[in-house]
């Protein structure tokens, strides 16, 4: 029988194996931007319904590099915010500064909000 510190482990594990794909994405990608004279690489992201997709990416990448970015963006803020695509959703906005090789997310996620009464035999 698998136990709780067994499956713990195990997600971090994984957690930690995905993370370290992610760094050497991001150094790979970093190296790219920087030759391609990219200073600041913005994109907006969105999800709702179980999908989602990159959105308003920065121009002036070739086609292979910027999918390759996009592709990065969903992983990154999917790595911070796990199944935010599902239900009613969730945004964001995705800053790289090349140069100080810092990153701001601004995320957002959305949900409905209900107030509900019951009275009954009044």
């Given at each position: 029988?698998?136990?709780?510190?067994?499956?713990?482990?195990?997600?971090?594990?994984?957690?930690a194996e995905?993370?370290?794909?992610?760094?050497?994405?991001?150094?790979?990608?970093?190296?790219?931007?920087?030759?391609?004279?990219?200073?600041?690489?913005e994109a907006q992201y969105n999800g709702y319904g179980d999908s989602g997709d990159v959105e308003d990416i920065t121009s002036g990448m070739d086609g292979d590099l910027e999918k390759a970015v996009s592709e990065f963006v969903w992983d990154f803020a999917y790595s911070r915010h796990p199944g935010f695509e599902n239900n009613m959703g969730g945004q964001g906005v995705f800053t790289w500064d090349i140069d100080a090789d810092s990153i701001v997310?601004?995320?957002?996620?959305?949900?409905?909000?209900?107030?509900?009464?019951?009275?009954?035999?009044l």
């Open positions: 029988m698998t136990s709780v510190a067994d499956i713990e482990a195990s997600m971090a594990a994984a957690k995905a993370d370290a794909r992610m760094n050497d994405e991001r150094a790979s990608l970093l190296g790219r931007l920087r030759k391609a004279g990219l200073s600041v690489v997310l601004d995320h957002g996620d959305n949900y409905i909000e209900t107030e509900q009464t019951f009275e009954e035999g």
